[in-house]
């Protein structure tokens, strides 16, 4: 029971974590950074990350953007510098979204600004790493722009950054957030299902082990309804699998063990009833 309880914590812990992974966050003398038109020079360079300790071939710079009275069409830049093989680049030049492009003025909105690297390109078949990243602001005329929580995050091989970690409109919760609640409550409640396995096994704190293999079941049975219900809410991925996964296990897991449990502590008892009556 030991046993099965730490691996109910070891699932719940690895299923929940996000693909997206911070690699650093960016700091500035001053939050929010804050940049204006500076005639004669349209690009200026905001951020300069050196060896940025990058081990994917897809990574984002992502923070947020806010900009005031911007004449023509701006955007950010990153920039990808692969040595001897060269700098490739990143725009934020789409009509709207995270890569949308700087003009006019907008309050506060999120900038993703992705790179994917062509596995394969090298000699020994991996896909090439970046020496340095750094990114950039183009400005065509008059505006200021302001810059905040930036961070450079990366995925696995085959991941959006441009879906990973935004929130939708309709969608209770952010993938972030969701990876981040995921990880916490799964690994609080499969530390728990631990210690309700190691306090069993020694036959002790009978109240609160059966007390708490109720209310793990309880819980269990409520993730599973949230689960059901956003999957008939057409809610993403992020928000169902979580959901119906805790469910399930708790449910299938406890919903059995709450009787074993109970039995147990009867036996154990019965037990130390006869060697007193010895």
Request: net charge neutral; charged share 15%; no cysteine.
């Amino acid at each position: 029971m030991k046993t099965l309880l730490i691996s109910l914590s070891l699932l719940l812990l690895s299923a929940s974590l996000q693909a997206e992974e911070l690699v650093s966050a960016v700091t500035f003398a001053e939050e929010p950074l804050t940049i204006s038109a500076m005639p004669g020079e349209q690009l200026q360079l905001l951020i300069e990350l050196p060896d940025p300790g990058i081990s994917s071939p897809v990574y984002a710079l992502k923070g947020m953007v806010r900009y005031a009275d911007v004449q023509g069409n701006g955007f950010l830049q990153l920039d990808s510098h692969f040595g001897a093989a060269g700098t490739f680049f990143s725009k934020s030049l789409a009509a709207a979204g995270p890569r949308g492009k700087l003009s006019g003025s907008s309050d506060w909105r999120p900038f993703v600004l992705p790179f994917y690297a062509n596995s394969g390109d090298q000699a020994d078949g991996t896909s090439p790493l970046p020496e340095k990243l750094s990114l950039s602001l183009f400005l065509p005329g008059s505006g200021t722009v302001s810059v905040a929580e930036v961070g450079l995050y990366q995925y696995a091989s085959g991941e959006d950054p441009l879906r990973l970690g935004m929130q939708t409109t309709g969608q209770w919760f952010g993938n972030s957030t969701a990876g981040l609640l995921g990880g916490l409550g799964g690994g609080l409640i499969g530390l728990w299902g631990a210690l309700i396995g190691i306090l069993s096994s020694r036959g002790k704190a009978r109240r609160f082990v059966l007390g708490s293999a109720n209310a793990l079941f309880v819980i269990g049975i409520a993730s599973l309804v949230g689960g059901v219900a956003a999957l008939a809410t057409t809610q993403p991925y992020a928000v169902y699998y979580p959901l119906l996964l805790i469910g399930i296990i708790l449910v299938a897991v406890f919903g059995k063990m709450r009787g074993r449990l109970s039995a147990r502590y009867e036996q154990l008892e019965l037990k130390q009833m006869q060697s007193m009556d010895v």
